[in-house]
């Protein structure tokens, strides 16, 4: 049992470069996110999905885009990278709406330094 | 939304000793708590989880935590720790089955417990 797979693991970039990052889960989860984590910070909401075809912005969406096009997959692209997107980006997924009571699936991260 | 406050950033504890890690959260309305536990280079795992009922709640590897409404606390405490309990533990709080924040969780921002021989 997979659970949520990020991919890929680690990635350095330079600036103005743009990238996708992939997270796919198995877990028939409707509910997917994109945090990301930095020193002191804890874990801040970047943008999440409540179901196939649809997004939401986090706490800190700017320069983030994401898409779900398929309900296993939630992806998200930096069009522009920039050195304050350097952090490490995690990737969950839930139950969510009714069920807020269950917990959420989270993959091993995504370390990502920019230039 | 919900605010968390990890009131300590880092607890350093000799092994075998007792630990507590704090964490309180803005609203006193229904709320669902969590605490999750990240290994080093790991993702969140899920340590315990507190929804109704019983206000102790305990984990597999005698970490437990209490719910106090009054005091809208959810503190961690293990009567004694392992080395291999050396990780980042992050409360979180979800605001339960209301409007546009459904299935979101609000993180404090982590304590790190380390273990000292």
């Known amino acids: 049992n997979a659970g949520v797979t990020q991919t890929p693991k680690f990635r350095v970039l330079k600036t103005g470069q743009s990238m996708t990052l992939l997270c796919a889960q198995d877990m028939n989860h409707e509910y997917m996110y994109w945090y990301r984590q930095d020193p002191g910070m804890g874990l801040r909401l970047i943008h999440y999905?409540?179901?196939?075809?649809?997004?939401a912005k986090g706490e800190v969406p700017d320069g983030y885009n994401v898409s779900r096009l398929k309900k296993q997959n939630f992806l998200l692209g930096l069009e522009s990278a920039a050195p304050s997107q350097t952090s490490v980006y995690f990737c969950a997924s839930g139950l969510g709406g009714g069920l807020s009571n269950q917990p959420q699936h989270f993959g091993d991260g995504t370390r990502l330094s920019i230039l | 939304a919900q605010s968390v406050t990890q009131l300590d950033s880092q607890v350093p504890v000799f092994e075998e000793a007792p630990v507590e890690l704090r964490c309180n959260y803005s609203?006193?309305?229904?709320?669902?708590l969590f605490w999750y536990v990240q290994y080093p280079n790991q993702g969140l795992q899920l340590l315990l989880k507190y929804l109704s009922g019983s206000t102790l709640v305990e984990s597999i590897n005698g970490f437990e935590a209490e719910f106090n409404k009054s005091q809208t606390s959810f503190h961690l405490r293990k009567p004694s720790v392992h080395i291999s309990d050396t990780a980042e533990y992050f409360c979180a709080v979800s605001d339960g089955d209301r409007g546009s924040t459904l299935g979101r969780l609000y993180f404090g921002r982590g304590t790190q417990l380390t273990v000292w021989p």
């Open positions: 609203s006193s309305v229904s709320v669902y």
């Open positions: 999905s409540v179901g196939e075809g649809t997004t």
